[in-house]
């Protein structure tokens, strides 16, 4: 018996700024799958596996190195793999595998047709972030408000323009009036 030919793939769509976003939008759900399939590990906390796909994109996205090559397919990949007797054959194929995995790299669908209030009343959910990394979630009142649910005081500040992201839609536009708590 021996050795297998491994190889791991993650999209190179975004840069590393991008795919921290796409960090911020991922479920919790979704990292801890990615993590526990990709690296083995049980029991993981959604902010453990936030953590290593965090670390995995710093270690990769838009570094040089000599274990992991730009392929292009019909886009462009993160590549890396070779000879294995069951352990990793790179330094950096469990990092590729978990981008892969997690999908933070792929480039995430814009929908510009309704807002975040619309996808609210669709019964999807709604996260806004201001202060990367944390998101928070949104929700719509009774009374058809929409509320970010923060512990951030945002009265008085200029903040630019506001993030908001569905999960089943990707980024959507700001709905036209909302509040804050």
Not at 5 to 25: G, H, K, R, S, T
Not at 41 to 49: C, H, I, L, S
Not at 63 to 79: K, L, N, T
Not at 94 to 99: M, N, P, R, Y
């Amino acid at each position: 018996m021996g050795a297998d030919y491994v190889v791991a793939i993650a999209p190179m769509e975004v840069d590393a700024d991008e795919a921290v976003m796409n960090l911020v939008a991922l479920s919790d759900e979704a990292a801890i799958t990615a993590v526990s399939v990709v690296l083995g590990m049980e029991d993981v906390t959604a902010n453990e596996a936030r953590l290593r796909i965090a670390t995995a994109i710093h270690a990769i996205v838009g570094v040089e190195r000599r274990d992991v090559d730009p392929v292009r397919f019909e886009g462009q990949a993160y590549v890396t793999g070779g000879l294995s007797w069951g352990d990793s054959p790179t330094a950096a194929f469990d990092e590729v595998a978990l981008l892969g995995a997690a999908g933070v790299t792929a480039k995430q669908p814009v929908i510009s047709e309704h807002n975040a209030r619309d996808c609210l009343l669709q019964g999807h959910e709604v996260f806004a972030w201001w202060d990367i990394p944390y998101r928070h979630a949104v929700e719509i009142r009774e009374d058809g408000t929409v509320m970010v649910l923060t512990d951030t005081d945002r009265s008085g500040e200029s903040v630019g323009d506001d993030t908001f992201y569905c999960q089943k839609c990707g980024d959507v536009e700001a709905p036209d009036e909302y509040d804050y708590r």
